[in-house]
DNA sequence: AGCCTCCCCTAA
DNA sequence: TAAGTTAGGGGAGGCT
């Protein structure tokens, strides 16, 4: 069988069981049992898998001690060192066949016993993909590694993929003739892969680190490079399996060990990251405050939380939850309130605007109002007779008439039990919640700095319980999944939430001494306007308002100064940016921005840092021009092509399988994921993984889905494409920033065409008569009608105009001289790369690592593109010898 | 051009 | 099988 794409990918997961790695540490002692034969604080030791090579000491590694192995495994030998190519850290199994190999491997795992597997990608690059492949040899790999491994494992032979994620006309025959048959069922349940892996080991917990990343911190991408750089602020190369596979097929040498120290790198990564962001630790946090088990904690939903901690809470007090049937669930009572959300005055606003916001506005309105399932008595004239919610209650006469006088009657028409009387369930946990959280807090800062491990411990808990009151809400209103969910209950919280909001703002609005306005104000926020007043009286000010909008309201309700901007824009509902100041000393305001382009990523890096940029310039100077002169520069070295391209490309979310049939495309991302499918079936994006693409010239008129693609191939030093800068300057960043800056009466799209046009022209027109395809290379890149030495119009075909080419010395030296200096950038950027994690073995082999995290990446391959016009330029003009450039 | 649907992402 | 909620802006493309 030859190596196609899906071979790569195999044979790096055979190697080191690629990206796949043993969780040792990390695990708190005890708190899972039987690790055997495993010590916390173990180091980490990969071990190294290799199948039928032919190993061969190699020269310059020297020091290598044998480490011993703690477990025999049963088919093969351990190798001796000086016969590994030098492979250091981890130790060497042999197999003489692939079955062998996965021998090995189970044995290693067996005696091992670990609690917990990770892998950065487990469906795809890792424990999931051993398991395809050991499906293939008639292995049942998960089933081997349980620890629960069932004997009659027979009766799901032969099954099929179940589902095909893309419809079949949109790939080519190959990927949809995939005849493997799962020997488990290991990939294709929709939960487990919209969720968490969808692969399972009996008895272990197999968590995927790019899913864990993807909820942990916001990134444009979650490639390993970009979350290492994230997380552990160190760069790491990105190399390509087919690059890898090239230097380990090289035979013994250094590129096989390059390779091999590659993979080990990225096993380790995956622990290090883990490490860095403490997930073992503060998960079993979760774990324990919820009371739940570990692996809940992160595959369940919040309703589960929730219910864990309720439901315990309820028992004690005698109580049971009904438990409604989804017909129930779906048939109850719509819910009918709304928070507030006003619509702003859009605008600039120069004066200081103070934002001042409940805490935690749900829970404060649960404990103030006694609101739970257990206190409502229903509504006070019920449309449905007896409908309460999912089911039917009405409360008794009698007892309504003793409490006449006590009934809380919330804003929209239902009645409550006073605490008095009987305290709900939910006030109480939330109640406890909230105090404890307190205390947690107040512990924390009693620890001296050396309980590190302490501090950790406690600052988890005490976002846990942040996390839980938060979500209470969630719960009652859970109308589409709902275990218990209310109506009733559920608009009563939002509605008293919105009358406590509405007091708030008449009282700022009405009051005489404070002059001032409220212009904004989402859910359980307001932004106050102080005309004529500093920061400093604002703060005042704000601190008033707060005192006494806390008073009027009941126990726990606060509310609490947030922060005051000067000056800032309110651009729509949900959006606005400022230059905030947090406290009254603060000298230097941060730049604040809520839901605008600076803040999303579904826009590129070039829209976020000219409009964050631009904000900058202007509320600093509050002067339109130097925004004006500020974006023509930036107009102009997008069009003149001097810009770098990290900050032109789009990663959006992908989630194969869900787009409508009847829609007749696919998002951009999704056609480029499909694209790259057809090459390599392999380079199936996981669900919901973040695709990156740009938008390059086409056709007139074409549409945006026939423009897309991945970075990479315009990034490829022969590639025919350009970006398509009108589609970035007219499509992405004029629309932005014409939204904020329309407000100040500034008309960018005028600017933008009363601009002076840079020196290159658009070449489209050209592109259809372009036979040669390597000429065109050339020609893209150096689209300019001007003189590439003097800058003067020269004549369409060529490059040097007339008059510099008369001085055939001058034109030599100009080009050798410019050439020299692109060398010097190339040689300047390589040494950077040497300090990259990569090391010199990245340098040395060439330019190879493709990490699209990585800005030096994206500027070698400009300079290089640079290098490689100018050469064929002159060459072309015989001024310079090919040779010059052949070492690219 | 206006309206609609789908898709993505964010605020709270 | 499990899945917290709603509101909101904005791009793209198709239809009338």
Not at 615 to 620: I, T, V
Request: charged share 20%; hydrophobic share 40%; proline share 6%.
């Amino acid at each position: 069988m030859g190596f196609g794409p899906k071979w790569l990918g195999w044979m790096w997961s055979c190697i080191f069981s690629a990206k796949f790695s043993i969780l040792v540490n990390g695990v708190p002692a005890g708190f899972f049992p039987s690790s055997k034969g495993l010590r916390q604080g173990d180091p980490l030791s990969p071990y190294l898998f290799v199948m039928g090579m032919e190993f061969e000491p190699v020269e310059n590694i020297t020091d290598l001690k044998p480490e011993c192995c703690a477990c025999t495994p049963a088919s093969s030998s351990l190798s001796e060192f000086g016969k590994l190519d030098g492979i250091s850290g981890c130790k060497v199994l042999v197999s003489s066949e692939e079955k062998l190999l996965f021998d090995d491997f189970i044995n290693i795992i067996c005696s091992f016993d670990p609690d917990i597997l990770i892998g950065w990608d487990i469906q795809g690059g890792s424990l999931g993909f051993l398991a395809e492949r050991a499906s293939h040899l008639g292995i049942g790999l998960l089933n081997k590694i349980s620890r629960t491994p069932s004997e009659t494992k027979t009766a799901s032979r032969n099954f099929e993929i179940p589902e095909k994620r893309v419809a079949d006309e949109m790939l080519p025959e190959n990927l949809v003739d995939d005849s493997v048959l799962l020997e488990e069922a290991i990939i294709e349940d929709e939960w487990g892969r919209t969720h968490a892996s969808g692969v399972h080991v009996g008895g272990r917990i197999v968590l995927n680190v790019w899913r864990l990343m993807r909820g942990e911190i916001k990134l444009n991408m979650y490639t390993a490079e970009s979350v290492a750089e994230a997380v552990l602020r160190q760069k790491i190369p990105s190399i390509r399996n087919r690059v890898l596979t090239k230097w380990f097929s090289s035979g013994p040498g250094r590129a096989r060990y390059r390779s091999i120290e590659y993979v080990i790198q990225r096993a380790k990564l995956n622990f290090e990251i883990m490490n860095q962001l403490d997930m073992i630790n503060r998960t079993s946090e979760l774990a324990r405050v919820f009371g739940i088990d570990f692996f809940s904690v992160l595959s369940r939903g919040s309703q589960y939380h929730v219910e864990s901690m309720f439901l315990r809470l309820a028992h004690t007090q005698n109580f049971l939850a009904i438990s409604p049937g989804p017909q129930q669930v779906a048939t109850q009572p719509a819910m009918e309130c709304l928070p507030l959300v006003m619509e702003p005055e859009s605008g600039f606003y120069a004066d200081p605007v103070v934002v001042l916001d409940f805490q935690s506005l749900y829970p404060s309105m649960i404990i103030a109002y006694n609101l739970c399932y257990s206190t409502c008595l229903g509504k006070v004239a019920p449309s449905k007779a007896d409908v309460l919610g999912v089911s039917i209650y009405s409360p008794d006469p009698h007892a309504l008439h003793d409490l006449k006088d006590q009934i809380l009657l919330t804003p929209n028409g239902v009645m409550y039990v006073p605490s008095k009387a009987r305290k709900g369930v939910l006030p109480r946990l939330l109640e406890e919640i909230l105090s404890t959280r307190i205390m947690v807090k107040k512990a924390m800062k009693k620890l001296v700095p050396s309980q590190q491990v302490l501090q950790r411990i406690f600052n988890a808990r005490q976002l846990a319980l942040k996390l839980i009151a938060n979500v209470t809400y969630g719960y009652t209103a859970a109308g589409y999944s709902g275990r218990m969910p209310c109506a009733e209950l559920a608009d009563s919280i939002v509605q008293c939430g919105r009358r406590t909001l509405e007091n708030a703002i008449s009282l700022v609005n009405t009051h005489d001494k404070w002059k001032a306005k409220v212009i904004y104000g989402d859910t359980d926020s307001m932004f106050v306007l102080l005309k004529g007043r500093t920061v400093k009286e604002s703060f005042q000010i704000g601190h008033e308002i707060a005192s006494a909008v806390t008073a009027m309201n009941p126990n726990p309700v606060t509310l609490k100064m947030e922060k005051v901007y000067h000056p800032c824009f309110l651009l729509t509902k949900k959006r606005y940016v400022g230059y905030s100041y947090e406290s009254p000393d603060q000298i230097e305001p941060t730049f604040d921005a809520k839901g605008i382009e600076t803040v999303r990523r579904d826009t590129c890096g070039a829209v976020a840092k000219t409009m964050e940029q631009s904000l900058r310039l202007f509320f600093e100077h509050q002067d339109i021009s130097k925004v004006k002169v500020y974006l023509q520069r930036q107009w102009r070295r997008i069009l003149s092509g001097r810009v770098s391209l990290q900050d032109f490309v789009f990663a959006k979310e992908v989630r194969l399988g869900t787009y409508s049939s009847r829609a007749s495309s696919l998002p951009p991302a999704a056609i480029v994921a499909i694209k790259a499918m057809r090459a390599d079936p392999r380079a199936e994006p996981c669900y919901a993984e973040r695709v990156p693409y740009v938008v390059i010239h086409g056709e007139p008129g074409a549409r945006l889905v026939d423009l897309v693609v991945d970075p990479l191939d315009l990034l490829a030093i022969d590639s025919p494409y350009r970006l398509n800068d009108q589609y970035y300057i007219n499509k992405q960043i004029i629309p932005a920033l014409q939204r904020v800056f329309g407000l100040v009466g500034a008309d960018l799209y005028q600017w933008f065409s009363e601009m002076p046009r840079p020196v290159r022209e658009v070449y489209a027109k050209h592109k259809s008569h372009a036979p040669n395809p390597y000429r065109t290379r050339i020609d893209f890149y150096y689209l300019s009608k001007h003189c590439i030495l003097c800058g003067e119009l020269s004549p369409a075909s060529a490059h040097i105009c007339d008059k510099c080419s008369k001085d055939g010395t001058a034109v030599a030296a100009a080009v050798i001289g410019r050439t020299a200096k692109l060398e010097r950038d190339i040689q300047h950027l390589a040494a950077i790369c040497r300090h990259c994690g990569g090391g010199d073995w990245i340098v040395e082999s060439g330019v190879k690592c493709t990490s699209l995290a990585c800005s030096v990446f994206y500027e070698r391959r400009k300079v290089q593109k640079d290098l490689q016009g100018l050469s064929s330029v002159a060459t072309e003009a015989g001024f310079y010898p090919k040779c010059m450039v052949e070492w690219f």
